[in-house]
């Protein structure tokens, strides 16, 4: 346990912004899955929507700092190819 007073605020600092990652990540996993599901049941408008959901939530958590911006940008190309490939170039 630290003792000086700013190495205490630092541990609760990170805690708090630990924590803001875990629910960032857990969101990002989520619209994922739904993305996946809604590749797997062919449901077109689901989705596109949830395309549209999973890249607003990548970019945010990029500008936020909680994941790459190379990383987000990689993981939406790749959803957006697997919508292409899957319900045609016209999306």
Do not use: C, P, Y
């Not at 999973?54 to 993981?75: D, F, P, V």
């Not at 957006?80 to 999306?91: A, Q």
């Amino acid at each position: 346990m630290a003792n000086i007073k700013s190495a205490k605020k630092r541990i609760s600092v990170i805690q708090v912004k630990t924590a803001r990652n875990r629910r960032v990540k857990s969101r990002l996993k989520d619209v994922s899955k739904a993305f996946d599901l809604a590749i797997a049941s062919d449901d077109k408008d689901a989705a596109k929507e949830n395309l549209a959901k999973a890249e607003k939530k990548l970019m945010q958590a990029a500008a936020k700092g909680t994941i790459h911006k190379n990383a987000a940008s990689r993981k939406v190309s790749r959803m957006t190819v697997r919508f292409n490939t899957v319900f045609g170039t016209k999306g």
